[in-house]
């Protein structure tokens, strides 16, 4: 941790409060396929650019958290129709106050995340969890308890119940019943898997990169399935065991706890609480482990 990184995390924070926290994640999604394409191509011990899309904008600092904490801020305030909005940008609102709020979580998620990161790993390369996506998901924690009003996990409405919410509470409607579920958890599982077995580390990186940058035509209203913690678990799982249906398995698992994740914290609260950070930093810590206890080999699964 450094003076110069806190102050880079607060002026991220506040861009990425300004542009809004879907854009600022998609733009992470981007530069990680920037950095991948520099590693791969050009410099491979080039990792150091991953200090900025997994950094001072990554998702637990600007490149995400930060948008979703002055959202919920702003909406508390009556300056934003609702808190779960992670679509729009707040510079449009002219109100500063909403934009320090922003570039304060992002000095949050940076200190967070520098220390979850000390914990031991399970092994070398197996980190013990994703900190990232782990400090994601402290930050919206934060967030709900300080700016919303329905409690941590939300309030049900009349009519609906915590594990059938209405149709227009529901996270992603379009993505969210059991066949939808389970056919993009294997086809993004697969896919994910196949990058994790041919390039490693990079691959992983290139499969999370590739589904979020892909979000970006969800601004235009397009019904493009969020699959970044579909592919990412599986991709890992599929560079540690080199299986690609273990990574469709691992896919399909992350799919339905998406879900399941987002029934429980998102749907019935009133600020965005975010399914696919929590899955992958459950599913980093289940697969790594995994690995690091020589699972997939006790229990082999061939291609």
């Known amino acids: 941790?450094?003076?110069?990184?806190?102050?880079?995390?607060?002026?991220?924070?506040?861009?990425?409060?300004?542009?809004?926290?879907?854009?600022?994640?998609?733009m992470v999604g981007?530069?990680?396929?920037?950095?991948?394409?520099?590693?791969?191509?050009v410099a491979p011990e080039a990792t150091d650019f991953f200090g900025l899309p997994f950094g001072a904008f990554g998702p637990h600092v600007g490149g995400f958290a930060s948008g979703v904490a002055a959202a919920a801020y702003a909406a508390r305030r009556g300056k934003f129709d609702s808190g779960k909005n992670i679509l729009a940008g707040m510079m449009g609102l002219k109100a500063p106050d909403v934009l320090l709020v922003g570039g304060a979580f992002?000095?949050?998620?940076?200190?967070?995340?520098?220390y979850l990161a000390l914990v031991p790993a399970f092994?070398?390369?197996?980190?013990?969890?994703?900190?990232?996506?782990?400090?994601?998901?402290?930050?919206?924690?934060?967030?709900?308890?300080?700016?919303?009003?329905?409690?941590?996990f939300g309030t049900p409405k009349e009519g609906t119940t915590r594990w059938n919410p209405g149709?227009?509470?529901?996270?992603?409607?379009?993505?969210?019943?059991?066949?939808?579920?389970?056919?993009?958890?294997?086809g993004v599982g697969i896919f994910g898997g196949y990058l994790g077995d041919l390039y490693g580390g990079a691959g992983c990186f290139l499969a999370f990169g590739?589904?979020?940058?892909?979000?970006?035509?969800?601004?235009?209203?397009?019904?493009?399935?969020?699959?970044?913690?579909?592919?990412?678990?599986?991709?890992?799982?599929?560079?540690?065991?080199g299986s690609l249906l273990w990574?469709?398995?691992?896919?399909?698992l992350g799919a339905l706890l998406g879900e399941f994740f987002a029934r429980l914290f998102h749907d019935h609260g009133d600020t965005h609480f975010d399914?696919?950070?929590?899955?992958?930093?459950?599913?980093?810590?289940?697969?790594?482990?995994?690995l690091s206890i020589g699972f997939f080999d006790l229990v082999p699964l061939p291609y």
């Open 1 to 26: 941790m450094t003076v110069l990184g806190i102050i880079a995390a607060f002026g991220g924070g506040i861009f990425g409060a300004a542009i809004g926290a879907l854009p600022a994640f998609e």
């Open 123 to 152: 092994g070398e390369g197996l980190a013990w969890t994703d900190t990232v996506a782990l400090t994601v998901v402290i930050s919206a924690i934060v967030t709900r308890l300080m700016f919303g009003k329905a409690g941590l």
């Open 275 to 290: 399914p696919p950070a929590t899955t992958i930093a459950t599913l980093t810590l289940a697969v790594n482990f995994l």
């Open 247 to 252: 990574a469709a398995v691992v896919g399909v």
């Open 30 to 41: 981007f530069l990680v396929m920037i950095g991948v394409a520099v590693q791969l191509g």
């Open 210 to 241: 590739i589904s979020a940058a892909s979000l970006i035509f969800l601004q235009f209203g397009v019904s493009v399935p969020v699959t970044h913690h579909m592919a990412l678990p599986a991709a890992l799982a599929a560079a540690g065991s």
């Open 106 to 114: 992002g000095i949050f998620g940076y200190i967070v995340q520098y």
């Open 167 to 186: 149709e227009a509470d529901r996270w992603l409607p379009f993505q969210s019943t059991l066949g939808q579920l389970v056919v993009i958890g294997l």
